[in-house]
């Protein structure tokens, strides 16, 4: 248990260094932040000064000139004047230092996702990824925001207080600093103590929360099964012992917070009181300095009240920062370019050599996979759910590492073509046409500023998209929702190929989509599909066979393997794995089939 | 301030520990108004060097007494006022909970779940902090305010207490009016942040295309651009809260400066001592807070009475679904008795149900087949109650099922829904849901039943591994044999399978309708299905479409229609030939 606690705290510090690596960027604004920092603290400082010395000099000796009190006057009200201002400048500074951090953070995670794997992505649930992104990298801004500031802040202020002290009066002040191992053991007290309690109350906060949601997902459950009463114990403990852990909270902040604090206070205000009562037995005392002092003193707790209070927020912030710093250490990046041969795709011959592929390592989804789909032929996969012909695609777009096996383009390995030529060149139409939140237009080209309205225009007009665009109220400017939910599917796919057909790809890779569509969207989907594929190398899988019955060539894969290969009349011929499929989606009998021939 | 009434209730409930918690806060901040009076009598003492040794003493004595008083009021009042805020969470949550645990299935399809998490969490703890903080504040400012107010003109000087306090509400004021803008500021901030929430959740949603389209790099350009204006808006937050600090600073100091200039002319004059003076700007810096905390209540009582209101109407509603006044506590047990005329869902126009008539006697099995949407959840759904019926009567045993209570009812029949729940908890746990007491014998039995014994032994922990949100994922097939071997447990009357065989291979099929057989002899099975081999058996099929009967019969009569059934039979045949492999035909 010890050595944990201790490997954690190794880690914290680690951490704390990384988080504070980033202020590097932001050097010469930092300085500046310091120095209005330390004016505005100056001029805090400097304020009980002036108060002493029109107290000792001038009405303690009841001595009035007019022309040296209005300066001390202007004196006193200038000092605020200028703590006021620079405090704010300082603030604000500080934070504005603070939040560019964050977003460069923030940027820095986003940046590393976009270039992570697919591999990364099915391992990793998205909503935790989402998390990481915005809520852990918030919490490290208030770790900047709130708490760096603060307590550089109540540093910089309970030394500037302390140099005044020792300004007015060296015995005291050091006097005074015997307050701080007082303060700092109750600090590090503390800390030790909340953070325990702190991390009980957090494991039981995210109990309490997991046991609710799950409640409420299988309320259907709970009460098919009579088991109300059970579970409403069940959450009831749960709720009592989060309660417990609060209260436990509660005690210890009565205990060491604002009264042990202010406990100290009164230490300081005794010693204060002690020292000039003292000295008053045989000495005439500078009532000025008592004021002073005391003046300071009462200052001196707001710093050390505020420090106390974001423990916890830091506490949080570390487990944030920690579990952000692991998913930009992610090793699990995706296949980039290796060399730089800079290959292109000419006339987009595409060859699979022997490719054998698995996702976790273990079981193999693809065996031996050889085949060639010549410049402007058809290949269509075809096969049952789980037979591993979207294990193809993901590969031949490179979205996994290819371990067994080639996969070449024209010749060259899949490794020598860039990113950019690879994407460029290949177009893929997704089963699930995803949609952005923006407009028709924006869909179509995405972030390819290059393509003009007129290519927009002509890429939705290639594929039947335009005759429900132009019907549109506001046509190729019409919003589009989150996940494009105001369109239909069919709707929605064409637009997908409008967006593939804008970049003008030499190869086409088609994931047909299995959901049906309206017949009407249906037709303008086939036909626009057909001229899609004239005069590109196209890939395609399949699920209705009704639709790849021209492809020069037809795989049929079953547990990652090609069991069958040719034309659909050859195939048809063999009476095989193809044939039986044929059959199941053209009816009943066996009539049909043999009327297709 | 309604909250503070509505809340009144519980302020009874715990009147005690508020009573004393108000009282001790108050004895508080009555106690902090004397170190600050000591500091007066002994600054003059020192000025005028008439305190003597032991006089000092006595006042340091004071100063300790008065200080460890102070600690254990503080410790007090903490205590009971923010120990009894977190009871009233405690209570709240409780009260949802068992609330949600009777409202009807209707209500948990209408409401987003997150929504109501955020109800059983942010909503409780803005009513706990009203009910802690918010006293706390509405205490302190009122009467701390109001006790250094009084002392300083009672015991000082109340014509300097009334020129030094001028600037006060100023203060007041502006952070009133800070506080306004801030929440306006803030508001757009939080905009702004989950406006990037959600193009975080479309990236990651969409990374498939992102990537088939090299729109990384025009991803992370977007991102930064919605970040910075998280940061633009953030900064604008910051202008404002950065303000209340130096605000304040700058007009106590005015405060201070008032309070010295007219304070020396009083001390001048005699009317005042030096010492007056020093303990008057002492209690100066003591009415900071209370202002302060006059600004905060504000924000506090609103948020709070808004949330309050939330929660109060989600526990004003009704379940739709209760027992009728006479309804029977015998466990109802017969012939099952299906005339609908006709069903819809509460809100919804087209009719789901129409015209289905059936009897299945005590003992048979019944199948139900049809297209999705055809009604076959639905049907089995309405002999649960979860939806009562206004044209129509189930019956079973020749009794309503709207004649003997939710609890009896639900004591007949066991249910295999359609999407499997598990809970986070042992395999075993999960098993024995229904019935907590069940030995391990009994719930390694219903697993064999559900052919998932073996499955189970192959995990590490066997029946102790820790299955749901948080455990072992399981496949779709395994989650369905759990939940089988869940409903088996219960032994019941009535056990419906609503398209729960249809993530388990053809073979295990078999073996689980098998164990059916032998193991509910004398009891009813109610099975739906996309397989019609699930239903095979049967000792009734119905052919659901569009919410009717198309056809009727077993198995045999239903292949001799040549119908719907036996198209679809001929059909499954060859699909399952195809996903073997072909067969090798």
Redesign the interface.
């Known amino acids: 248990m010890n050595e944990e606690l201790n490997q954690e705290s190794h880690s914290g510090r680690q951490v704390i260094w990384r988080l504070l690596s980033y202020l590097k960027f932001f050097k010469k604004k930092t300085l500046i932040a310091f120095i209005v920092l330390l004016t505005a603290t100056g001029a805090d400082v400097l304020g009980p000064i002036v108060m002493k010395i029109f107290i000792d000099d001038y009405l303690t000796p009841r001595f009035f000139p007019v022309r040296p009190l209005m300066l001390l006057a202007a004196a006193f009200i200038g000092l605020y004047a200028v703590s006021a201002l620079f405090n704010y400048y300082q603030v604000i500074s500080f934070q504005r230092i603070a939040l560019n951090i964050v977003q460069m953070i923030r940027v820095e995670v986003f940046s590393k996702v976009q270039h992570l794997g697919l591999r990364f992505f099915d391992q990793t649930p998205g909503g935790s990824l989402v998390s990481r992104i915005t809520n852990d990298t918030e919490t490290i801004k208030d770790l900047y925001v709130t708490v760096l500031s603060t307590i550089v802040n109540s540093t910089v202020m309970m030394i500037g207080i302390f140099t005044g002290m020792f300004f007015l009066d060296m015995r005291l002040a050091f006097i005074c600093l015997l307050l701080m191992p007082f303060l700092l053991v109750l600090m590090w007290v503390y800390r030790k103590l909340s953070s325990k309690i702190y991390r009980v109350t957090r494991v039981k906060l995210s109990q309490l929360n997991a046991k609710l949601n799950e409640s409420l997902q299988g309320m259907s459950m709970i009460q098919a099964m009579r088991q109300e009463k059970r579970l409403r114990n069940e959450f009831g403990h749960i709720n009592s012992e989060h309660k417990m852990a609060l209260l436990q909270s509660v005690r210890l902040n009565s205990l060491m917070l604002r009264s042990a604090v202010y406990s100290v206070y009164l230490i300081g205000l005794m010693m204060i009181l002690s020292f000039f009562g003292i000295q008053s037995f045989d000495h005439v005392v500078k009532i000025g300095v008592l004021y002073a002092f005391i003046n300071y003193l009462d200052r001196f707790f707001d710093p050390i009240n505020q420090i106390m209070q974001q423990l916890t927020i830091f506490q949080q912030a570390m487990v944030s920062a920690e579990r952000v710093f692991g998913l930009l250490d992610d090793h699990r990046t995706a296949p980039v370019q290796e060399g730089n041969l800079n290959a292109a795709v000419r006339e987009g011959r595409i060859e699979f050599k022997d490719v054998t592929f698995s996702y976790d390592g273990q079981t193999d989804v693809l065996k031996h996979i050889s085949f060639t789909a010549n410049p402007g032929e058809t290949v269509a996969l075809v096969g049952h759910t789980g037979s591993g012909k979207s294990s193809i695609i993901n590969l031949l777009m490179r979205f996994y590492p290819i371990e067994r096996g080639g996969i070449y383009i024209d010749g060259e390995p899949l490794t020598a073509f860039s990113d950019q030529e690879l994407r460029r060149r290949i177009g893929l139409v997704l089963q699930d046409s995803f949609m952005f939140v923006g407009n028709v237009a924006d869909n179509i080209r995405l972030s390819h500023h290059q393509i003009t309205d007129e290519q927009v225009k002509a890429a939705a007009e290639f594929v039947q998209a335009d005759q429900f665009i132009n019907k549109l109220p506001h046509q190729y400017h019409e919003p589009v929702g989150e996940r494009g939910a105001t369109f239909s599917s069919g709707q929605r796919q064409l637009l997908s190929f409008a967006r593939t057909m804008a970049q003008n790809p030499k190869i086409l890779v088609l994931d047909e989509a299995t959901a049906s569509v309206d017949t009407e969207t249906e037709e303008a989907i086939q036909e626009a599909l057909s001229k899609m594929r004239r005069g590109r190398t196209t890939i395609a899988i399949a699920h209705r066979l009704s639709t790849i019955q021209d492809a020069d060539q037809i795989l049929v894969l079953h547990r990652g393997e090609i069991v069958e290969r040719g034309t659909h009349q050859e195939l048809l011929k063999k009476g095989g794995l193809y044939y039986k499929m044929y059959q199941l989606q053209h009816g009943k009998t066996g009539d049909k089939v043999s009327s297709a021939h | 301030m309604h909250i503070f009434i509505d809340l009144w209730w519980f302020f009874k409930q715990e009147r005690l520990k508020y009573g004393f918690g108000i009282l001790f806060l108050m004895l508080s901040s009555f106690l902090s108004m004397i170190?600050p009076y000591?500091?007066g009598v002994?600054?003059d003492?020192?000025?005028t060097?008439s305190?003597t040794?032991y006089g000092?003493g006595m006042?340091?004595l004071f100063?300790?007494f008065?200080?460890i008083i102070?600690?254990f009021t503080?410790?007090i009042w903490?205590?009971c006022i923010?120990?009894s805020s977190?009871?009233l969470?405690?209570q709240l949550?409780?009260s949802l909970?068992?609330h949600?645990?009777?409202?009807s299935?209707n209500f948990?399809q209408k409401r987003r779940?997150g929504d109501?998490?955020a109800h059983?969490?942010n909503d409780v703890n803005a009513v706990q902090v009203a009910a802690g903080e918010g006293i706390l504040t509405l205490i302190d400012s009122v009467t701390m305010g109001g006790m250094v107010i009084v002392t300083m003109s009672v015991f000082i000087n109340w014509k300097l207490t009334l020129i030094t306090l001028l600037p006060m509400p100023i203060m007041a004021v502006l952070t009133m009016y800070y506080g306004n803008l801030l929440h306006k500021r803030f508001s757009k901030a939080q905009a702004a942040?989950s406006d990037?929430?959600?193009k975080?959740?479309?990236?990651?949603?969409?990374?498939?295309?992102?990537?088939?389209?090299?729109?990384?790099?025009?991803?992370?350009?977007l991102?930064?651009n919605a970040?910075?204006d998280?940061?633009q808006k953030?900064?604008a937050v910051?202008?404002i809260d950065?303000?209340f600090?130096?605000?304040i600073?700058?007009i106590v100091?005015?405060c201070?400066?008032l309070a010295?200039?007219f304070g020396?002319t009083y001390?001048?004059h005699g009317s005042m001592t030096?010492g007056s003076l020093?303990s008057f700007?002492?209690y100066l810096?003591q009415l900071i807070w209370p202002m302060l905390a006059f600004g905060f209540l504000f924000n506090i009582v609103e948020r709070g009475s808004a949330s309050y209101d939330r929660i109060r109407r989600l526990l004003a509603i009704k379940p739709e679904i209760v027992d009728q006044p006479n309804a029977s506590d015998q466990v109802p047990s017969g012939s099952l008795d299906y005339s609908i005329h006709h069903f819809q869902y509460p809100g919804s126009q087209a009719s789901v149900l129409s015209e289905i008539n059936f009897t299945v006697a005590q003992g048979q099995t019944l199948g139900i087949v049809g297209k999705t949407g055809a009604g076959k959840t639905t049907l089995l759904r309405l002999l649960?109650r979860?939806f009562d019926l206004k044209d129509g009567q189930i019956k079973i045993g020749g009794t309503s099922i709207r004649d003997v209570t939710l609890?009896a009812l639900?004591?007949a029949?066991g249910?295999v829904?359609q999407d499997h729940?598990l809970?986070?908890a042992t395999i075993a746990e999960n098993i024995a849901?229904?019935k907590?007491e069940a030995s391990q014998e009994e719930v390694e039995r219903v697993a064999k039943l559900a052919s998932i014994h073996e499955d189970i032994l192959r995990f590490k922990e066997g029946y102790g591994t820790i299955v749901?949100?948080?455990g072992v994922t399981l496949s779709g097939g395994q989650k369905q044999r759990i939940s089988i071997a869940?409903a088996l447990l219960?032994d019941p009357e009535l056990l419906i399978f609503d398209d729960s065989l249809s993530a388990v291979d053809a073979r295990t099929e078999v073996a689980i309708l098998q164990a059916l057989k032998t193991e509910r002899k004398n009891k009813t099975t109610l099975i739906s299905a996309h397989r019609l081999s699930a239903v095979e058996h049967a000792d009734l099929i119905i052919v659901l479409e569009a919410g009717q009967i198309a056809e009727r019969g077993t198995h045999e009569q239903l292949l001799k229609k040549k119908g719907w059934y036996a198209?679809m039979y001929?059909?499954q045949q060859?699909?399952s030939?195809?996903?073997e492999?072909?067969?090798k035909?």
């Open positions: 170190p000591v500091v002994l600054v003492s020192i000025r060097r305190l040794p000092l006042w340091i100063l300790i008065i200080g102070y600690y503080g410790y903490r205590q923010f120990g977190i009871i969470a405690y949550r409780k909970y068992k949600f645990t009777r409202l299935p948990f779940i109501l998490m059983s969490t942040f990037l929430n959600d975080v959740q479309e990236n990651i949603s969409g990374v498939r295309v992102i990537k088939a389209f090299g729109e990384e790099e025009a991803q992370i350009k991102f930064r970040s910075k998280v940061v953030n900064i910051a202008k950065s303000l600090d130096p605000t600073t700058f100091a005015i201070y400066f010295l200039i020396a001390v001048v030096i020093t700007t002492l810096g649960l979860e609890n639900r004591s029949i249910y829904p729940i809970f986070s849901f229904a907590p749901g949100e948080r869940r219960a198209e001929a059909h060859l699909e030939l195809v996903s492999g072909g067969g035909a």
